[in-house]
């Protein structure tokens, strides 16, 4: 019997791969105050920001991070490296906070690695989009303005929506918005899916665009959000989006929508609960449709948003069929998967000219494997 003494890990070794990481972590704030936000809110540093600028100017931000690294700061600094804040964001997207409500963890891992995901289901997805988006005509801003000043009924298509909430700038496109002047009447969604239900991330996508119409100055005390699933392979009519807006503009006129009470919720709420939602089946198409309630989109961006400004770690879904069907975990990215993937997706690394590594997730559907749904 032999032993490999260098397999062996001494508290040494690991306390050498902590502060690689540290400085790792340090430096992917991308700048000194950067930096100075990260180790203070860990409480790894009581030194000004003038004081953190100086020292980091003068000798390095590795100087600044060694000295930081001492023994009675390793508990903060081991929980910090396993548990980063995410990056403040740029700008985020609001299907990615709807995604938050699939699994947080996958929104979490996405700003950490680069994971590139083919699959027929996508490719699907996207041409379906385009084909819809070639029935409008295109129109100029300009007319756009006239038409809101008149007071004139238009649908927009693709129409781009960006605004700040709770200080966190959104951004988003929608797939398309009927107006009546500036009064948003409908917000339609197309889904391409070969599951006909609704789902927390349709609702809360949705429900994002609602309060970024509203912070573009449009009146939203009537909209009406509709989701549109469409069976991938299934028939395509013509003038398929003007029906769907025909219709789910009807199905909202026939009765009053009853009042909503928005029940107090745990930790996360559920964006379904209480929702009220009017459902058409059609061989093209399933609609379901709901008002939009100002109330619950505040409850529902809101507690996504909170992972944004950093209140709170990404909370991984409970479902193991998600991870199963997860890119992250069939790339070896999630240490907290609840099971193993199933084989669905093929992993390959690339690195990229300019020495970024990026997974790219191929899929080949598994037989008997549930979609990847949201
Ligand atoms: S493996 Fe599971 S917990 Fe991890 S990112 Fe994927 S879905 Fe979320």
Redesign the pocket.
Known sequence: MSVDSEAIETPQDAERELFRAFVALVASRGSRKGAWELVKGAGITDQSLKAFYAHARKDGLEAVVTTLFTADKLEAIRALVANPPPLPPKRVAVSTLANQYY?E??VH?GTLHDVRVTSAELSAGNEGHARLEAEAEPITEEEVTRRIEVGEKMGLVELGLAGEVEGVPLIGRADRVQLEGSKARLLLEWKFSGRRDLYPTHVVQVEAYGKLLRASGFETSELVHAVAVIPRGGPRPENMAETMAKRAADIASVAPWGERKIASQGEMPDPLAGLGVRRLDSSAFTLFVFPHHEQAAERDVSWALGYWKGARAPR??TSPS??RA?P??AAGL?D???TAPDGRYKSREMITRDGDRVHLLVATQAPNAPPHRR
């Open positions: 699994c963890m996958q891992l991984r879904t998600r991870c997860c992250y975990n999630c907290v998967a609840l």
